[in-house]
Each structure stands twice: as C-alpha cells, then as structure tokens.
C-alpha cells in the first residue's frame, strides 16, 4: 500500500504559476504510473497529467499543456507538477495518484490505484 500526501496548494494569482509536490510512502520510482488529477466545485475529477516512469514518457490533457509539467524530483524524490500562467479554470484540488503495475499507465482514473487527499488551489 502506498500512500501519497501532496502539498504546494494555495492561492495564486491569474497568469502566475504555483509547484505542486507529492511525496509516498515509498520510494516514488516504485511506482511505474504516477499522476495528477483535479476536481473542480460542483464538477467531476478530471485527468491533469500522467507520467511512466519506465520510459519518462508524459501526457496531457489539452487545458494544460504546454502550461504544466509533469515531472520526478529525484533530489526530492516527489511527484511534482509545474503550473504556470494558471487561469481562473485551473482552480480545484489536485490529487496525485500512483500504480505500480507495469505497462499499464493511461490518463484516466482506472489506471490508478493509490490516491493522495488532495491540495486546494485557487486561481483568482
């Protein structure tokens, strides 16, 4: 069991950038699938970022890219996402999720195993 706790959430002003960090329980490359997903209010969570560690392939959803960045701190060993010229709608929790299954790593919630608690980010 893995268990994942994010952090980095705050406020942040329209068209500034904010780092998101998340750390496990384990070492973080032992995870072969690891993500970022957000919820914002009232609606449903969406994929934000996914990235294969055996391969360091990334992907993206079309709101964030070429703004976000998926990426392996491996000083820090953590899970970051880089944020920048954030918008109103980028505003939501962001929870990072991880698998450890091998060949399988897709952006969607079904690919994913272990999740985080979340870190609230508001855009304003």
């Known amino acids: 069991h893995v268990q994942l706790v994010e952090s980095g959430g705050g406020s942040v002003q329209v068209g500034g950038s904010r780092r998101l960090s998340c750390a496990a329980s384990?070492?973080?490359?032992?995870?072969?699938?690891l993500g970022w997903f957000r919820q914002a209010p009232g609606k449903e969570r969406e994929a934000v970022a996914r990235?294969?560690?055996?391969?360091?392939?990334?992907e993206y959803a079309d709101s964030v890219k070429g703004r976000f960045t998926i990426f392996i701190d491996h000083v820090m060993g953590t899970l970051d996402l880089q944020m920048n010229s954030l918008e109103p709608e980028d505003t939501g929790t962001y929870y990072c999720a991880a698998s450890e299954r091998s060949g399988i790593c897709a952006l969607a919630e079904w690919a994913f195993t272990y999740w985080g608690q979340g870190t609230q980010v508001t855009v304003s």
């Open positions: 384990t070492y973080i490359v032992n995870s072969k699938c």
């Open positions: 990235i294969y560690t055996g391969g360091s392939s990334a």
